[in-house]
């Protein structure tokens, strides 16, 4: 089944991703440190800015990312791994990390599970993101959640065509139109009032925000499609990619959205259900699955 692959994981060298301004965050990556020293495995910190992590591990050879924050800390850390296919095992120490797999106080066992081989590996589909400006690529960006096109400070809808396998979709009037992935599909996207995609599937989402007099639905798109919007008009308009501002467009701009080849991947403990009994609890639903017969 795409995006799971089964538990081969031997680890000998971690890194523990840090957001630094968490509550206790220096006094856990202590304890952690120590316990992972006295299984004899090696292991630093790095802080999630991009150039501190690069510097210190962009070339190490990693068997387990551990990442200590939410979800902000989960896209960098699956961002890093993805480069080298190494996986991440979140530690929630945010408000909400959905992305995450363990609670603050449980790391000790989840490291234990880990450590023990019982978890499996969860793969999820990234995004290729390219901008091309008057037929040159000028910028090239991958995402986990969703690449945003979206206006800034002016309160004007932006116009924008979308083509899908080079041909014609739709033109949208919004005030932005994103570009998620299923893993984006509980985020922006379910924000804007889109659907719920299985983390697992391999499917691009579009949605747009605030449409004016254009389509006001989110459109699924088979595994494989590519997208392409042309910014028909907009002054002030900006393309974001996980939430981090890219570059400011120009009319006649070309953002072009793919699957990645390189994905990331989670470790996950929970069974395979995890999924939706986490959605219902974050959306204030009890999830009782029925009992089999």
């Given at each position: ?41 090696q ?14 591990f ?41 992305l ?14 880990v ?16 901008l ?61 009032g ?22 006001d ?32 467009l ?7 959205v ?36």
């Amino acid at each position: 089944m795409a995006g799971m692959s089964e538990p081969e994981l031997k680890v000998r060298r971690t890194v523990l991703l840090i957001h630094p301004d968490l509550d206790g965050v220096d006094e856990l990556t202590a304890d952690i440190l120590a316990y992972l020293s006295e299984h004899e495995i090696q292991a630093r910190r790095a802080w999630t800015d991009p150039e501190s992590f690069d510097q210190q591990f962009g070339d190490s050879d990693l068997d387990l990312i551990i990442a200590l924050g939410g979800d902000g800390t989960m896209l960098r850390a699956g961002a890093h791994g993805s480069q080298t296919r190494t996986p991440v095992l979140g530690i929630n120490l945010g408000r909400v990390g959905f992305l995450t797999e363990v609670k603050r106080d449980d790391w000790r066992g989840a490291l234990d599970q880990v450590l023990a081989g019982d978890c499996w590996l969860e793969a999820r589909m990234r995004l290729s993101i390219a901008l091309e400006r008057q037929g040159k690529r000028i910028g090239q960006w991958e995402a986990l959640n969703e690449g945003v096109v979206s206006r800034g400070r002016t309160a004007r809808p932006i116009r924008m065509r979308a083509e899908v396998d080079g041909r014609f979709l739709a033109t949208y009037v919004a005030d932005a139109l994103i570009c998620a992935t299923p893993t984006g599909s509980t985020a922006y996207a379910l924000a804007a009032g889109g659907p719920i995609l299985p983390p697992r599937m391999r499917n691009l989402l579009l949605m747009p925000v605030a449409p004016h007099l254009s389509v006001d639905r989110g459109i699924v798109l088979p595994e494989g499609s590519a997208v392409e919007v042309r910014l028909l008009s907009g002054d002030d308009t900006d393309l974001a990619c996980d939430g981090q501002v890219a570059l400011a467009l120009q009319t006649g701009d070309r953002i072009i959205v793919e699957a990645s080849e390189r994905d990331a991947l989670f470790v996950r403990l929970k069974d395979q259900g995890y999924f939706f009994r986490n959605l219902m609890a974050y959306l204030g639903t009890e999830y009782e699955p029925e009992p089999e017969e």
